[in-house]
């Protein structure tokens, strides 16, 4: 069975200081999706990134970075100079690569950010 | 902009009383998803449409149940709503399983 473990439930830094939200996963599938998605107050979950198990290079995308580590079954996610407007719930799933393909989701780490 | 969309954004229901949420999208995608997130919790899928294939999540309740009557459209309908059904419940689309999917600004849904 497939699971998403982010162990840290929540996180509060000030504005500015750089941090990580850790995701380790669970499969016996040898190919599948990972994704990370924002959730802010209102509500809706924003898609943030996707990456396919075989394509391990990490990625940047302005202040946020994506760390994949295969060999540790991690997914980890980095927010350069954090702004207040980061604040919210991010979560990070998993999907299979055939299939019913449905996002087995973490149970989300909720990121404060304070001025 | 091509969306997803989600009719109301809050609804209060009584006890028991049908209740129909909405969901429409304009980026033409093969696949609807509802999920449900209870507070501080991660979503849940209740079921989800290929086209007009439905699939339904082993341990959905029989309370729950969907309609999609074309390719832009998909509802939610909670026959008896209980206290328990009281969450925020979410659209998604995708151009077909496996690809992103792109989610609804939710309905949060109150049981009095």
């Known amino acids: 069975a497939q699971k998403v473990t982010q162990a840290q439930t929540e996180i509060s830094v000030v504005e500015k200081e750089d941090v990580t939200l850790d995701c380790v996963y669970e499969?016996?599938?040898?190919?599948?999706?990972l994704f990370w998605y924002k959730q802010p107050p209102s509500g809706e979950l924003v898609f943030l990134i996707r990456?396919?198990?075989?394509?391990?290079q990490n990625e940047i995308s302005g202040r946020y970075s994506w760390n994949f580590q295969k060999s540790t079954s991690s997914f980890n996610f980095t927010i350069t100079a954090s702004q207040v407007v980061d604040s919210a719930v991010y979560f990070c799933a998993l999907s299979e690569w055939v299939g019913a393909q449905k996002l087995v989701f973490g149970q989300g780490t909720r990121l404060t950010i304070n001025p | 902009d091509a969306m997803v969309i989600q009719n109301p954004r809050y609804q209060v229901t009584q006890f028991g009383k049908p209740v129909t949420l909405s969901c429409s999208q304009t980026l033409n995608h093969n696949v609807m998803y509802w999920y449900q997130q209870k507070s501080s919790q991660a979503p849940k899928l209740l079921f989800h449409y290929y086209d007009k294939d439905f699939n339904n999540e082993a341990d959905t309740p029989d309370n729950f149940q969907s309609r999609r009557p074309n390719t832009s459209f998909c509802f939610l309908d909670i026959r008896s709503p209980g206290l328990g059904d009281a969450a925020m419940y979410l659209c998604?689309?995708?151009?077909?399983?496996?690809?992103?999917?792109?989610f609804g600004p939710g309905t949060r849904l109150l049981v009095l």
């Open positions: 998604a689309t995708s151009s077909r399983t496996g690809e992103t999917q792109y």
């Open positions: 990456r396919n198990s075989f394509d391990e």
């Open positions: 499969t016996r599938d040898t190919t599948y999706y």
